[in-house]
C-alpha cells in the first residue's frame, strides 16, 4: 500500500488499520520520519495488472522530499507551489505529470524555484493536500518514463 506515496508492505493487518516497518532508507528518502502519531494520511492500494490507468504511472518509489513553498486560491481550486531539489529539475517539465504524496498531478507551472500544481476540489477534499501549508514537507516521485528515457539516452 502507498502512504502519502511511499510504497510499503502491510506488516499486520488490523481491523481498523495496519501496521508497516520502515527501514532505515526509507525514512532517510521519504517525510515518513516526521508524521506524528495519528496524522491523516493519503492511502492507495496498488493497481491491478491490466486495471484502468486514471494517472500517469505512479511506483510509490519516493525520490526526493521538497516544503510547499505557498497556496494561491483561484477559481474553485488552488494553485501550490513546492520546491523542486535540484537533482529532480531534469525530470519535471510544464504539463508533465508528478506525484506530491502519492498523488498524481500535473506540472502546471516551472521556474527556477520550484513547480506549481493546480487543485481542483475534489482533490483538495479527498487528499491532504487541501491541510498543507507552507513550510510543510511532502514527497516526490518523478515520472518513472522521464528517468528511463535518461538512462537510454546516457547508454
Do not use: W
Not at 508492505?9 to 527501514?23: E, I, K, N, R, S
Not at 483538495?124 to 498543507?132: I, V
Request: aromatic share 2%; proline share 5%.
Amino acid at each position: 500500500v502507498a502512504v502519502n506515496g511511499c510504497c510499503v508492505t502491510v506488516a499486520a493487518p488490523a481491523a481498523a488499520g495496519f501496521a508497516a516497518d520502515l527501514v532505515a532508507e526509507t525514512l532517510r528518502r521519504t517525510a515518513l520520519g516526521g508524521l506524528a502519531a495519528g496524522a491523516r494520511v493519503n492511502l492507495e492500494r496498488p493497481m491491478a495488472l491490466g486495471g484502468r490507468l486514471g494517472g500517469h504511472l505512479v511506483q510509490g518509489h519516493i525520490d526526493g522530499v521538497a516544503r510547499i513553498i505557498d497556496r494561491t486560491p483561484g477559481g474553485l481550486g488552488e494553485e501550490v507551489r513546492v520546491e523542486l531539489p535540484p537533482d529532480l529539475e531534469r525530470y519535471v517539465v510544464e504539463k508533465g505529470s508528478i506525484a506530491v504524496e502519492g498523488t498524481s498531478l500535473t506540472v502546471a507551472g516551472l521556474d527556477e524555484t520550484g513547480f506549481a500544481v493546480a487543485l481542483i476540489p475534489h482533490t483538495l477534499a479527498e487528499t491532504t493536500l487541501g491541510e498543507l501549508t507552507p513550510g510543510d514537507t511532502v514527497n516526490l516521485e518523478a515520472d518513472v518514463l522521464a528517468k528511463y528515457v535518461e538512462r537510454l539516452v546516457a547508454r
